[in-house]
């Protein structure tokens, strides 16, 4: 647990820089400039109750927070953990310490959750405190916890990802997320159970304020996983695990030439 809490320090401050500030304010701000734009030019508040407009702004919410906000801030931290070494040069020493390789993928693996999680949340209070609705309790509390189990899950794939992609790892992330997350995650079939938005959007739909007109849209019914939020939570933790593991047992199976590094 030391050498974890070294890297963590050492990643947290190395990563404090002004442009990795500046992305975490304008990730906390995005979804408070977005709500305020609705607020202001938009008019369905005076097409529709109460309740379908809890249901608007919790749709708006899920889709700006644990989807962009989150993906976004992780896609800056994860994905290059392994590049940013190979580009240092620094892969190699870390590669001949005992468990260096091992303390080092965690270790930024929990600066990219706290980065982007600590980001979300601060974006959850500001915006809900903006949209003027009720029930604005239950929405913080659950688009935080969305929040840190998506920023747990994306930061896992991602790292994955830019373990076996060193070279181009934000381009095949963002790939990554188009085609498996948003293409692959709506279609109803197994293959989207194995994909992080499935099991968010059922927490999302079994937490968040949502009329009940619009659970039971068929569109659900196709999307959605059955059984209870512990489950659902479960299975986001697994697959979480998984794929750090995975990219884990990559990093020391993948051997990185010093050509790589000098491509990076």
Request: aromatic fraction near 12%; include cysteine.
């Amino acid at each position: 647990m030391n050498s974890l809490r070294a890297v963590f320090v050492y990643e947290w401050k190395r990563s404090l820089t002004a442009g990795r500030i500046a992305w975490w304010f304008a990730m906390a701000a995005f979804p408070v400039l977005i709500t305020i734009l609705i607020r202001t030019l938009g008019d369905f508040e005076s097409h529709n109750d109460i309740a379908a407009q809890k249901s608007v702004w919790s749709v708006i919410f899920y889709a700006l927070i644990p989807g962009v906000c989150v993906a976004l801030s992780v896609l800056l931290t994860a994905a290059p953990a392994v590049a940013a070494e190979l580009e240092q040069r620094s892969w190699a020493y870390l590669a001949t310490r005992p468990n260096g390789i091992f303390w080092l993928l965690l270790g930024k693996f929990l600066v990219s959750v706290t980065w982007a999680a600590t980001a979300a949340w601060m974006g959850t209070i500001l915006s809900v405190g903006a949209c003027g609705m009720d029930e604005q309790v239950r929405m913080i509390l659950s688009l935080s916890a969305l929040s840190l189990l998506s920023a747990t899950a994306y930061s896992a794939v991602y790292l994955l990802v830019g373990t076996i992609f060193p070279k181009r790892a934000m381009v095949f992330c963002m790939l990554y997320t188009v085609l498996v997350e948003l293409v692959f995650g709506s279609i109803p079939a197994i293959i989207n159970r194995i994909t992080v938005q499935f099991r968010l959007r059922t927490l999302f739909v079994n937490w968040m304020p949502l009329d009940q007109r619009m659970k039971d849209e068929d569109v659900f019914q196709y999307v959605l996983a059955e059984g209870s939020s512990f489950m659902q939570c479960f299975w986001l933790i697994a697959l979480s695990v998984l794929f750090l593991v995975a990219g884990i047992v990559v990093a020391h199976r993948k051997e990185f030439t010093s050509a790589t590094e000098g491509d990076i």
